[in-house]
């Protein structure tokens, strides 16, 4: 048994058992993954793999055990490989943060200033994806940290922790009608053309919750990845818009109002994220008690 068909048995679940994925993967040729995965078979004593014909239709249940196992132990190596570069190189190297768009525009801003101060020498990638792409990419190990309101605190590999709550805030053209009104209900706003997040961003599953739970249906027109697509159309009087409040700023947002409103839905939870067991460099767990202050560690 070697390291080399321990990685093509991880690979070639993550590529769906196309073995000529699985040898670009791993930079080697497909009759060689092949090769490998019969000597690691008849080394065991047992089929490792679901055959249909020569297709390979997935892991048998010995060989899902074996691949739980062989993933352990790659990301053991890992670690070993990620303590000598901490203590080679303590402040210097790669930081990769997945976040949604709306988390690096606006909410990260301060961090990343902070961060580039405290360690000059260390490439950060501020990598933006959706909160699924990016409880993926830890998973797999191509993020170091992930950062998200949703998606991360029930993945059973990751380790979550907060980062900080907020709540959606309304934003109109000026002028506008609701702007006339001392106070505002989820029942004023429901009428009006909505434009918002789209389902699996920034909390708009609360937004959904919210209205449900007032016997409301929204007149949602149009929904976006990010409050500045959100803000645009608002400002040419599409609708109102819901968005998060740290994304709205009067000096710049111009021909905008933020609605000064008690809170009308639920409360979102950002959370900061990492993959279980796996090794933080120094700069790594700097940059979660930045975000955190009160973070004790992994």
Known sequence: MNIQQLRILQEAARHNYNFTDVASA?????????????????????????????????????????????????????????????????????????????????????????????????????????????ARMLVNGEADIGIATEGLADVEDLESYPFYDWHHAVIVPDGHALLSRSQITLADIAPYPIITYQ?????????????????????????????????????????????APMAFDAQRDTGLQLLQTPPLFGANHTRIAVKKDKFLRGYARAWIQMCNPDWAGV
């Open 26 to 134: 791993l930079f080697t040729s497909q009759s060689g993954v092949s090769k490998h995965i019969k000597d690691l078979e008849d080394e065991l004593g047992i089929e490792l793999f679901e055959r249909k014909g020569k297709r390979i239709l997935g892991l048998t249940e010995p060989g899902q055990a074996v691949r739980e196992y062989a993933d352990r132990i790659l990301e053991d190596l890992q670690n070993i490989r990620r303590v000598a570069d901490h203590f080679a190189q303590q402040d210097s190297g790669h930081l990769v943060v997945a976040t949604t768009h709306t988390q690096a525009r606006y909410a990260l801003t301060r961090v990343v200033a902070q961060f580039k101060q405290a360690f000059p020498q260390v490439e950060l990638v501020l990598h933006q994806g959706s909160p699924a792409e990016i």
């Open 199 to 243: 389902a699996g961003y920034t909390g708009r599953t609360m937004i959904d919750e919210s209205f449900r739970k007032a016997g409301l249906t929204p007149h949602i027109v149009l929904s976006a990845l990010d409050a500045d697509v959100i803000k645009a159309y608002v400002e040419l009087g599409l609708g109102i818009g819901l968005i």
